[in-house]
């Protein structure tokens, strides 16, 4: 199975289009702006400064020079191009003769250069690889490549060859990824012995983690091929999954194939919102156990999300099922873009799925207050991994739509776009996540792959105009197309129940609402408070309407009871329109309640 | 409004009668070992040790001395006087000259005495109090009462005179109720002065408090006349209100009694458990916001509960209402009785509504664990004010059963027990908690006042065998009595549905199952797992039993998905009989799940 990269697809408009123009013109320069303001850009001169730098911060600026590259790749921005260069030429200069480069380590504790397992130094040393294949390969500038190289030479030393450092896998898995992606960029196959050393050598001895957690908070509790489970922090364990697949894939390791299966379905079938979220406690910001995804205090930090939809596409890489991409989408249209505001500025690293004002208030008027989901997005946060990592995931979205495998092609997700596989070229114009139609239009003489969305409400196609009656296999519209052909595909999108799985606990009798890809919830500036005695009992007469926000509306029950606290006497049930919106909307308008699981 | 004290009155048998010997055969003794092991009587040596005492350990001991009080007041038992003799040696040979006594700031700190608001001092002293006027009330002993007496008046020098401490007010409340009670024990004038002193003090200024906390924590946000919203530690703040309703009865303080009133309504209205449990949130042990009362992680402290229970006595004096008692019963045969276990020796310190295994477990596998309700009861814990407050309230009962004006005698608890009031005799003979049948005889020439359960499924009355139409007036029946009179009473119990205000988020869509006073649960060891997905849609057909445990077998549904996390396939229903039991009974038969609200 080959990918079609980013680089090859061009997103020509409709909703990512959007996104993207947001994402270059808004996101990218007020994350830099921010990022700026707090110190991130000038600790890569790596001087002594009252702004004590994070031990995390490299990471934050690798993943803005990702997204600048991504960028710069498909349109010249002098202006971000002279920040990106800015930021490359700090790092280049800062960076040790060895090849060493760590603004925290380098400046703060110089003695403690790998040292120090928990102090994320390897996992930005994996940021600056990636950011710099990805500049390299958008052709926007081969100085970091050329220092990031000489860096993972270092790295591949001092663990690999001489093995002085004082720990062997990193507290934070990420590296192995990036090498991974450096090994196949570059076809150096040290880079490829150094990840699977990594990867190897995890979960197989005793190594230092934090004293408040457990080895399975950072995925060293088994050797890799042993996993099954996801546990941990959910940031990390997908870091590491995402490298277990490119390793089975790279390496036809069957039993890396086979834990790589194991924990996608355990994830999947036990461990993520409907949106897509993933880690559902605060604490250690981590996976918990089978089946427990409360609402109210979810994490389902946006850096999951995102790393579920790239741990989905390296899992299509070994076997292109469409229920990979339909995670994918899942995640796509709701968890992940949750983390971003309208706007472009303001960013969720914790997406709940419900939100009582109440509870807010109450823990704000607390002295020592206690862990919260925040009302509305900001632009900057301590731990700002959140902003850059769905910058570069917007700007690369491009690289998740086809696949090819000999002369056939898959499309994978609805995204307006064109590609050139092969001889052959290819157009998607979609009207996705608010319409079910896409026109798709070959030309050339491939096997085409249309993906049946798991939401479909039915499937309609014509091709070249003519009604056709769509031969499905797994979740795919086959087609055989030679010269010019015109798909027209309707989906038929239409509000629908989704049920959470019997033990599911916190969404035991409810029943969430969604329409097409998109999960959809409630908010009090449109409903009124109290949203938990909101009852629906059928979607039939809702109505969608595309204004500033997509709606529908919904004809619902609000259930009242008499005054008193407890009575015997059950709720009445006063009718009223409840408007929903996208879930990955809310918290748009001002603080307020919201609700994705109704009665 | 007088009271008939628990001296008046003999519990005859019935459930309390078997609880108050449960109480005094097993339960004081169970905890006088945990105390001595864990070193609190040895602590009132006031000899250094290596086991440092805690700041309230005198506190404990003083309850379990009340305890002994009450029980020894009834029936003489010379182990136990002999094991109370002898902590009563200890504090009396260990109290200053002055008449100062505190087993930990004599020992570790006695540079610091009445130098720490936060620390318990005066919280210790009030119950020590409550314990000797307890004790010479009960016949039992005189020496502590002198003692104390000698520590009043120390306190109202050092605080009312002199006013040389460093604080005015003590953090925790207590000293005002049983200053007062100490007051009316005594006919001492200068308790009076010393109670209404710290409490007309409270509030007024900024004093020292936990840095973590606010002024709402230890209600010193606003002057005791203008809390109208119970804040802040449940049981700090009932105490005080405790000492508000005494107050405002002694002083015929209208704003006094204006304040407990809102509180009251307050707290019954708004922030109280199904239960009677209250103070919802582990944080501060405290009360939250209106309707906030999460199930699962609900924290509803035993103590706080029996404080709820004295308020409610305490309220009733200023005038008597059906709704004070109510609230007392509820409180009584659910929230309270729930902190103990069958044997008598386990102890819950936090009541949750609902119990999770899974949570439960999954936090015991962390590495820093976070707040967790327990799953089984223990015998003793760090913090150990529930245990012997429970023992004291169960020997006390008594006096919860019947008040007297003039020559009107309300009986207010049907729980069996005689007592005689001005020259009548009264008996009551009653089927509760399980029976809704109630057997009343008086000798004598009264009014007669009978309460009506809210829960009442019926009233149906015979006096001296023949039915008769109960006259009833706000909740009580009227009856006049001349000579021999028996009054039969049946209330029809019969299971019903609670369903919770609209408000509270954590109930929305669901209902409880009571029976009678009592709020029913559900375990797991008797249902399977996965209790959140049950639904019971009618009561009809629902079978009581009194075996072992009272259980209420209720035909009901078990929701099932498809295997999936997530399907548009609504759930289909799969028959079961659920079977429930008192609440109060839960985790008896080891760990598992539990619940109260049913969909």
């Known amino acids: 199975m080959e990918p079609v990269g980013y680089r090859q697809v061009e997103v020509t408009g409709g909703f990512w289009g959007e996104m993207q123009r947001l994402n270059a013109e808004v996101s990218v320069y007020n994350i830099h702006k921010r990022f700026s303001e707090t110190g991130r850009f000038s600790a890569l001169k790596c001087q002594k400064s009252e702004n004590k730098p994070h031990i995390f911060y490299d990471s934050d600026v690798a993943k803005w020079l990702e997204s600048a590259a991504y960028i710069l790749a498909k349109k010249e921005d002098a202006h971000l191009r002279a920040l990106a260069e800015e930021a490359i030429g700090d790092i280049c200069r800062s960076q040790q003769p060895c090849g060493y480069f760590n603004s925290y380590f380098q400046v703060c504790e110089p003695e403690n250069i790998f040292q120090k397992r928990t102090e994320h130094e390897l996992y930005c040393a994996g940021h600056l690889i990636e950011a710099a294949v990805a500049l390299k390969e958008a052709g926007v500038d081969e100085k970091l490549y050329a220092a990031m190289c000489r860096y993972a030479d270092y790295i591949y030393d001092r663990f690999y060859v001489k093995k002085d450092a004082a720990f062997t896998t990193c507290g934070h898995p990420e590296i192995e990824l990036a090498l991974l992606r450096l090994y196949e960029f570059s076809g150096e196959k040290k880079y490829l012995d150094l990840a699977m050393f990594f990867l190897n050598e995890r979960g197989v001895r005793e ?90 205090f979810a994490y389902s930090e946006t850096c999951a999300a995102i790393a579920l939809a790239l741990f989905c596409g390296r899992l299509s890489r ?11 989408e899942r995640v796509l249209y709701n968890g992940l873009l949750s983390g971003e505001s309208r706007d472009g ?67 994978n997700q609805y995204i307006s776009s064109r590609t050139r596989i092969g001889g052959a070229e290819i157009e998607v114009e979609s009207g996705m996540p608010y319409r079910g139609t896409a026109r798709v239009c070959v030309n050339g003489r491939i096997g085409l792959r249309l993906r049946v969305p798991a939401w479909k409400g039915g499937v309609s196609m014509r091709v070249n105009g003519r009604r056709v009656q769509p031969k499905i296999e797994a979740d795919y519209i086959e087609l055989f197309c030679d010269g010019d052909i015109a798909v027209e ?41 109290n949203l938990r005695a909101v009852r629906v009992r059928s979607l039939s007469g809702a109505k969608a309407a595309e204004g500033e926000f997509f709606t529908l509306e919904v004809p619902a029950e609000r259930l009242k009871t008499s005054p008193g606290l407890y009575s015997s ?20 308008r001002g603080k307020g309640d919201m609700q994705v699981w109704w009665l």
Not at 227 to 246: C, S
Not at 366 to 384: G, I, N, T
Not at 492 to 520: C, H, I, S, T
Request: contains cysteine; aromatic residues 14%; charged residues 20%.
């Open 489 to 529: 595909l309707d989906f038929k999108m239409a509000p629908y129940f989704v049920y959470a799985n019997e033990n599911v606990f916190a969404d035991a009798g409810r029943k969430a609402v969604a329409y097409g890809p998109l999960v959809l919830c409630g908010e009090s500036c449109d409903n009124g408070k």
């Open 207 to 296: 190594e230092e983690h934090y004293d408040w957690a457990t080895r399975r908070y950072d995925q060293t509790h088994l050797p890799v091929r042993e996993q099954k489970e996801a546990v941990g922090h959910a940031v990390r364990a997908l870091y590491l999954y995402i490298a277990m697949a490119d390793a089975a894939r790279i390496s036809h390791d069957p039993a890396l194939v086979a834990a790589c299966g194991a924990l996608f379905a355990d994830i999947t079938g036990k461990k993520m919102y409907v949106t897509g979220g993933v880690g559902s406690t605060f604490h250690g910001e981590a996976f918990t156990f089978a089946y427990d995804l409360p609402n109210t």
């Open 345 to 411: 500025k303001g960013f969720f690293y914790v997406n709940p799925l419900e939100f009582h004002e109440g509870i807010y208030d109450y823990n704000e008027s607390l002295a020592q207050k206690l862990y919260c989901p925040l009302p509305e997005r900001v632009e900057v946060f301590d731990c700002s991994c959140c902003p850059p990592n769905i910058t570069r995931f917007i700007e690369s979205i491009g690289g998740q739509i086809y696949a090819a495998e000999g002369d056939t092609v898959y499309v």
């Open 318 to 328: 070994l076997q292109n099922k469409a229920e990979y991409h339909a995670v994918s």
């Open 569 to 588: 006497a059950p709720p009445a049930a006063e009718k009223f329109t409840l408007k929903l919106i996208p879930y990955f909307l809310w918290a748009n």
